[in-house]
């Protein structure tokens, strides 16, 4: 049986009402289920849009031989990283940095972590003496900046590499919006790219020179080493591994937190629930604030939408999928399917501690991805996000002084403009 497939005058009037691609996916979720397909040109293939818990398993977990990743796009920025590199050449990239990111790997970054919440607790204790109006994104995104450049290099985040890199945020915000054309892409962003290889460019110059920063090795010392003994570990590839760590080490993080302070300025009983959960400090405590991020999560999950190919024929969901198909996996949906989770727009933490309302299932929850492609920081993001957050939560809470009305599906889910606050009365 061939996957089932969205009427193309429906498709139609989503392209003459200038809608975005999540509207036109939630269309197909809404009229096909969890597996069904869409044409947004006369001349291309169909494309089929991957929702249900046990399709998206086949896909993402059981069979990634079967369902590949082709490139990225954010390859411009990260080149050949580990998020956009493919095949042996994937294996070993990740092979390589996976021991960094859990065990004694995650250990060596506790301090460091911590370290990087102190500063931005100590910044915000000013804000609330002074009333400085400041903006959360910019908050965020300096904040996990700073964790994940000690975690890189063993130093903290100075200004004016934290200036240089603001480049990163820039080319990210830009990907949904670079001309299709290679060339021209790559001259729209190539002075944002140019400050980027700079940083990367003296950050390994300093490890091959220095060895560990004063927090110790980091993980850019990992990726010098292995210049040195692997010959594919080139100075572009230590590059492309530095930058691809940069990016998706702060930008999915400093979103998540964004969002949840949005959250709580419209659920403030959820920050009361979880402070109340147990002393500072306390395991019970630190439940609670996980629950919160998990609930953030789910509504707007790092990784909202997962491309993949099938280069060979496959049956998926009983649907027969021809060779060279390609699919979206959608998290983003899945996270909001109501035979999934009841109430799917409703912000509720306590989804994630009472029995029986959160799906079983492993495909219905996965903001990091599934499977051996899934995000390898998961558990830092998780770990610096639920630190920050157990310093800054017990302060003065932010008043939000502009809230955007819209969100931008990108790279990331991220809000479309400013949210400015300040602390205190």
């Known amino acids: 049986m061939a996957v089932p497939e969205l009427d193309p005058g429906l498709v139609a009037r989503w392209r003459a009402d200038g809608g975005a691609l999540v509207d036109l996916l939630a269309l197909v979720r809404e009229r096909l289920g969890g597996v069904g397909a869409f044409r947004t040109g006369p001349g291309g293939g169909a494309t089929v849009l991957v929702t249900d818990p046990d399709a998206v398993r086949h896909v993402l977990a059981l069979h990634p031989d079967r369902y590949v990743k082709r490139s ?42 911590t370290a990087a919440a102190r500063v931005t607790a100590a910044r915000w204790e000013a804000y609330a003496r002074t009333g400085e109006v400041f903006d959360l994104g910019d908050e965020m995104r300096r904040f996990a900046l700073d964790t994940v450049w000690r975690a890189l290099t063993g130093h903290p985040l100075d200004p004016g590499t934290e200036a240089e890199l603001a480049s990163v945020a820039g080319v990210v915000a830009a990907l949904p919006s670079l001309p299709t054309d290679a060339v021209a892409a790559q001259a729209a962003v190539a002075a944002d790219i140019a400050r980027i290889d700079a940083v990367a460019e003296r950050a390994v110059r300093a490890a091959r020179a220095t060895g560990a920063g004063p927090e110790g090795p980091g993980l850019l010392h990992v990726l010098v080493e292995a210049g040195g003994a692997r010959p594919e570990y080139t100075d572009r590839l ?31 009983e959820a920050r009361d629930r979880a402070l109340a959960a147990g002393p ?50 959608c998290p983003h949906l899945t996270h909001r399917d109501p035979e999934l989770w009841p109430e799917p727009e409703h912000f509720d933490p306590a989804r994630f501690t009472t029995p029986g309302r959160r799906p079983g299932h492993p495909g219905a929850y996965l903001p990091f991805g599934l499977g051996p492609r899934a995000c390898l920081g998961l558990q830092f993001a998780l770990r610096e996000t639920v630190t920050l957050l157990e310093h800054l939560l017990p302060g003065p809470v932010p008043r939000l002084r502009s809230v955007p009305d819209r969100t931008a599906y990108g790279l990331t889910v991220r809000p479309e403009g400013p949210v400015t606050a300040v602390l205190g009365g």
């Open 72 to 113: 990225h796009r954010a390859r411009i920025l990260v080149g050949d990283g580990v998020l956009s590199a493919t095949g042996d050449a994937w294996q070993r990239q990740r092979r390589l940095l996976q021991s960094q990111f859990t065990g004694t790997g995650m250990r060596r970054y506790e301090r460091r972590i």
């Open 238 to 268: 230590i590059r492309d591994e530095l930058v691809t760590l940069l990016m998706a080490g702060h930008e999915t993080t400093a979103t998540t937190l964004t969002w949840l302070y949005l959250l709580l300025d419209r659920h403030p």
């Open 280 to 329: 500072e400090g306390s395991p019970e405590r630190q439940r609670a604030v996980q629950t919160l991020v998990h609930e953030t999560l789910r509504l707007y999950p790092s990784a909202w939408i997962l491309p993949r190919h099938a280069p060979g024929a496959d049956t998926l969901a009983g649907h027969e999928l021809p060779a060279g198909t390609d699919l979206l996996v």
